[in-house]
Structure formats: C-alpha cells, structure tokens
C-alpha cells in the first residue's frame, strides 16, 4: 500500500520561494503526482515525476529522489494566487490512478 | 464550456434516501473517476472505470454503486444515504495518451441530514 507524508500547512511571503516536501512509502513505484487544489475548488494537475531530478515548469518545479522515498514541490516568485493546498499522490498498483496524502495549506501572506 | 461537469452541485438529502450524482465529460477521455474528500482525509477514490465496459471498486466503495452509461456519462449512486456520506464528491476522467493527468469536474456538495 501506499503511506504518504506532507506538512499539513506552511505559510510564506508574497515574493518568495517555498519547499513543500512529501515522503511516500510504496510497495511498487511508478511515479510521483503532484496537484494544486484551490478553496472549494476542483485540482489541478501540477507534475508527474518518474525518473530522479528536478523538473521545472515555470514557477513551479519538482523534485524527486526515489531511493529515499522523498519528492518536493518549490515554488518561487509567490504570489497571492498560489494560496492552495497541495496534493501529493503516488499511484495505486500497477496503474496511474493516484493515492492522495492529506495536502499542504499553503498561505501566502503580502 | 467545461470540459468536465457534475450534476447537482449542490445537494442537501435526508438519510434513506437514495441519490444520483452525474459527471458528463466532453474531452473524449475513456478513464473516469468519482472520488470523495473530507476535511483533513483527503481525496479517496470510490470507483473507476476505463472503458464503457469496465467498472471497479476504489478504496472506499462500500455504500455507493455507479453506472458508466457511455464513454462520456459516469453516474454514482447512493442507494441509502447515511450523515457520514456528507462529503464533497468529485469526478475525473483522463485519457489513453497522458493516463497519469486527471481532470477533475467542479465537484458536487452533498449533505445528509
């Protein structure tokens, strides 16, 4: 099965950068989701990781290192909008359905 | 238009009954999805389907049934709401091509007096 760990709410500066982290234990590996969820809103897709590394996405970038079970997801330049929880997930099985973790609250303040 | 959309939005019934909750999606994807979320749990999936033909169980299936009507209808079902189905319900659907990227309808609030 899947365990997945996150922050539950972090709190930063408009301007700045922010590193949400996320440690997963999983019995196979096929990928590291990422989602963006706005108050009362539905997610939205952010980054699948498979290999190790960071991979970048304009403001947003996200990294992953499967030997330690370990991904983050670092967002620079804050801005006001980006006040959302993020999703970490890990797919079920042998399928690209994602386990969701609990989400990081992430307020940005000016 | 949305690409993906719930019936109702919103909903307010009372326990025993039974209640449907539709997601139309007009991206031409054959995977759907209906999953649920709760303060401080989460999202957690309650059925899928690949294809018209295919239909299996999630995480927490226990209490719901769904029906995939044609490649772009996914209806879920409560044949007998109970208060802790109080929730907000949310279809996705994703496609052959990128199966990894969900795209999630606006969601439905559902309460259970």
């Known amino acids: 099965g899947q365990n997945i760990d996150q922050p539950t709410e972090m709190t930063a500066t408009e301007g700045a950068i922010v590193q949400i982290n996320c440690t997963y234990q999983?019995?196979?590996?096929?990928?590291l989701f990422w989602y963006q969820q706005h108050a009362g809103e539905a997610p939205t897709f952010l980054s699948y990781?498979?290999?190790?590394g960071l991979e970048e996405k304009g403001r947003f970038s996200s990294f992953l290192s499967r030997s330690k079970g370990y991904s983050y997801l670092l967002l620079k330049e804050l801005q006001m909008k980006d006040s959302a929880s993020y999703l970490c997930?890990?797919?079920?099985?042998?399928?690209?359905?994602?386990?969701f973790g609990r989400g990081t609250s992430l307020i940005v303040h000016p | 238009d949305a690409d993906v959309t719930q019936t109702p939005r919103n909903r307010i019934t009372k326990t025993g009954k039974r209640i449907m909750l539709e997601c139309s999606q007009t991206?031409?994807?054959?995977?759907m999805y209906w999953y649920r979320q709760d303060p401080g749990l989460g999202l957690r999936l309650i059925y899928y389907?690949?294809?018209?033909?295919?239909?299996n169980k999630g995480e927490i299936s226990d209490g719901y049934s769904v029906s995939r009507q044609a490649q772009a209808k996914f209806s879920l079902s409560l044949e007998s709401a109970i208060p802790n189905q109080t929730a907000l319900y949310f279809c996705?659907?994703?496609?052959?091509?990128?199966?990894?990227?969900?795209?999630f309808g606006p969601g439905t609030r559902l309460t259970v007096t």
């Open positions: 996705a659907t994703s496609g052959s091509i990128s199966p990894y990227e969900q795209y």
């Open positions: 999983t019995s196979g590996f096929n990928g």
């Open positions: 990781n498979v290999l190790d």
């Open positions: 997930a890990v797919p079920s099985g042998g399928s690209y359905i994602p386990t």
């Open positions: 991206k031409g994807h054959d995977r």
């Open positions: 389907s690949f294809d018209v033909k295919d239909i």
